[in-house]
């Protein structure tokens, strides 16, 4: 008994082209599905802005919160840098030992 090849290979070739145009298909549908579901959403905003949808208190609540966070990470901010200017006097304004000089380091030659 003898297997004729050319009846399996075009029975490999047609299975791989279903499958090529199946897939081709699936993916075909998730991409418009995905497209339908984005420009239904983009029409809800266009209406939502319309009509006025997002209440202005809340805008403003939204921007008193960044304002205030803003504020307190200056604050922050300020008080670090007066803290390493302060450093900064207290270490120029101590006493150097006599015969030293700043920015030298002895070194064992």
Known sequence: MEFDYGVIIGLIVTLCGAGVLGLSYLGVYLLGHARGRREAELDQRALDREVGYSLPEDRS???EGALSTMAQAIER???AQRVALLDRVRVASEPRAPGSRAGQHNTPA
């Open 61 to 63: 609540v939204a921007i």
């Open 77 to 79: 901010l300020t008080d």
